[in-house]
């Protein structure tokens, strides 16, 4: 099962910053915290990573609490092309076979104009 | 630059016939390989990974199959199909950081 915990869906307007929030409480002091999106009929695009410190590169920004049981994911300024399912995953590894990834639900981000 | 592929993009089976799927990896060597499932509405299910040639570990029982019969060829398989094998199955390889994933083979079992 997932480790994470995400809201189904959200909206968010144009142009406009998208903050996607995720809870992963039992989260272990090792596990990464990685973010993916899905197009529909697409494979899954990683996003972003981070440990404990707050990450940014050119797709967004992922801010994790002190405690790390929770992040979010922000899309600084939306685009209609960010309609998305995004995933939030905690993982020990690279993605290799020791930290293999655990896909949840995750959240139905719909940019609108 | 590496690159993966899987075909075919789409399949209609029959009930009880067989199935390949084939996922191939350009660019880079010894990868760990990864076969997901999506069924409609739902999120992504792990189904099997390797780490080498011959080497197939599964995360769910079914009556699916995998095997890696060279370095940067995954292969997915069924003897006989059912109605909830029908999905979305993605192919993806992991690099230092995160795992790239194929384009996907949508498969509607009848």
């Known amino acids: 099962d997932a480790k994470t915990t995400q809201p189904p869906s959200m909206d968010c307007a144009e142009g406009r910053a998208a903050n996607l929030p995720c809870n992963h409480s039992t989260i272990s002091g090792n596990e990464y915290v990685y973010w993916y999106r899905q197009i529909h009929s697409q494979g899954p695009q990683y996003i972003i990573h981070g440990l404990k410190n707050n990450e940014t590169n050119e797709m967004a920004s992922l801010i994790i609490t002190e405690d790390r049981k929770s992040s979010t994911l922000i899309l600084p300024h939306a685009t209609l092309r960010d309609t998305a399912v995004y995933y939030c995953?905690?993982?020990?590894?690279?993605?290799?076979?020791?930290?293999?990834?655990?896909f949840g639900k995750g959240t139905k981000l719909s940019v609108k104009p | 630059s590496q690159t993966i592929h899987q075909w075919p993009a789409t399949l209609v089976q029959p009930v009880g016939s067989p199935l390949s799927l084939e996922c191939t990896v350009e660019?880079?060597?010894?990868?760990?390989l990864y076969w997901y499932r999506q069924a409609a509405g739902r999120g992504l299910q792990l189904l099997f990974y390797s780490v080498g040639i011959g080497q197939i570990s599964s995360e769910v029982p079914q009556n699916l199959s995998a095997s890696r019969p060279q370095d940067r060829q995954f292969i997915l398989s069924s003897k006989k199909l059912l109605l909830s094998d029908s999905g979305f199955y993605l192919c993806a390889w992991s690099g230092t950081i995160e795992q790239f994933f194929g384009p996907g083979t949508r498969l509607t079992v009848l």
């Open positions: 995953i905690v993982s020990d590894g690279y993605g290799g076979s020791q930290g293999n990834l655990i």
């Open positions: 660019g880079t060597s010894n990868p760990n």
